[in-house]
């Protein structure tokens, strides 16, 4: 029997709700060949990068923040004589110190101006380009990366958590999992449940899968508080990952901060720290072999607003961490916050495209070629160098 608040996407009837979702199939999708892993955070509501890593050293930034982003003397952690770490991911600076934690700190994707979050996750996780609208683009480019891969067998990439995860939909097959609702799938359950679907070919397929992946929930994995549900997400992607899965994503909401920033960055960010360090500890020695990229729409504006807080901007940052990360560091250049150095005067100039440090990631871990990554998982990509991001 079990007991945990896992289940299938949006349904109390796991099957009707699978059978409807285009993530879910009735075919396993292969694992990945070898032992790297692959986690990708989705940050819902752009980050402020210029808030998490502090770029205290910039002689503009005092000018532009009066309560926000002032470094080492308010309690941020120097990282190395110009970036400070925000004191929300203090818990962090173990991996920092030994090279596992890592930052971009002027990335985008091609979207611009128009400022949507829904646009601009959208494109996030299409990992496309600004040559076809975000409506009519279908799939995400994780799940364009699994098309890629030679060798596949059994095992499954997984999409994890209640929102829709644009980011692993496509023409591979992969499950998808909320840890929203309680589940109790009897063998009773199960029974009665094939036998309402034997004669729906949709829904029965789908009802099998259902069963097959409840029956190999691991049974150790602890039941989530309220509030904690980032960890039950964690846990669930690391017991995967544990196996034969290779990649999982998942996303973290709550970084829209357009007032009272400090306080709500300081929510997300405790709940991003805790979400690594519980990878980390449930994942054991594959912890090694990780990788963890942590992602978001855009940045936000360079000057802090009249609410204490800051609004939609263009340049942002992206979090790496894990034991196959060569981190340490602060990867890419620095472009200044001079009013000259900003975007339309108001935001962070990005200086690299953010897909392309996840082309790279996919490059060394999984050996996917520069064509196949520039040309169909991240068509029109320019990699550019080999930022040299994984140890």
């Not at 994707?109 to 949507?116: A, E, G, L």
């Not at 979050?117 to 799939?139: P, R, S």
Request: charged fraction near 20%.
């Amino acid at each position: 029997m079990l007991t945990r608040r896992l289940f299938l996407k949006s349904t109390a009837l796991i099957g009707c709700s699978a059978a409807a979702h285009p993530l879910m199939s009735t075919a396993a999708f292969a694992s990945a060949p070898g032992d790297n892993r692959l986690v990708v955070i989705i940050l819902r509501g752009a980050m402020d990068g210029l808030d998490v890593f502090q770029p205290y050293g910039d002689r503009d930034l005092a000018a532009l923040r009066k309560t926000l982003s002032l470094g080492p003397d308010h309690g941020a952690t120097d990282l190395d004589g110009f970036f400070a770490l925000h004191p929300a991911l203090s818990q962090l600076l173990p991996l920092w110190n030994a090279g596992q934690l890592g930052f971009a700190p002027a990335v985008s994707t091609p979207y611009r101006d128009k400022r949507s979050h829904f646009d601009g996750q959208d494109m996030l996780e299409a990992g496309t380009g600004t040559d076809l609208q975000a409506d009519i683009q279908q799939d995400g480019w994780l799940n364009r990366l699994l098309q890629q891969m030679p060798g596949q067998d059994s095992e499954t990439a997984y999409s994890v958590g209640v929102a829709q995860m644009r980011i692993l939909r496509g023409a591979a097959e992969a499950k998808s999992w909320t840890p929203k609702a309680n589940m109790d799938l009897s063998p009773q359950a199960q029974l009665l449940l094939t036998r309402i679907y034997h004669d729906d070919p949709l829904f029965r397929e789908a009802s099998a899968q259902a069963i097959e992946i409840v029956s190999g929930l691991s049974p150790e994995l602890p039941e989530a508080k309220r509030g904690q549900e980032h960890l039950e997400l964690a846990r669930f992607a690391a017991d995967r990952l544990n196996g034969a899965t290779r990649i999982a994503s998942f996303s973290l909401p709550g970084w829209d901060t357009h007032a009272g920033q400090a306080r709500g960055i300081e929510r997300s960010l405790t709940r991003l720290s805790e979400t690594i360090l519980s990878l980390k500890a449930d994942l054991g020695a594959n912890w090694d072999r990780t990788t963890v990229l942590a992602m978001t729409e855009f940045g936000r504006t360079v000057r802090e607003n009249g609410s204490a807080g800051t609004d939609h901007g263009t340049g942002g940052a992206m979090l790496m961490a894990g034991g196959a990360v060569r981190g340490g560091r602060a990867l890419g250049e620095w472009p200044g916050l001079a009013e000259g150095d900003l975007y339309a005067g108001r935001d962070l100039m990005p200086l690299r495209d953010i897909r392309a440090y996840a082309a790279w990631a996919m490059h060394a871990k999984f050996g996917i070629s520069k064509s196949a990554l520039e040309g169909a998982v991240f068509p029109g990509l320019d990699m550019g160098p080999d930022p040299r991001m994984l140890a």
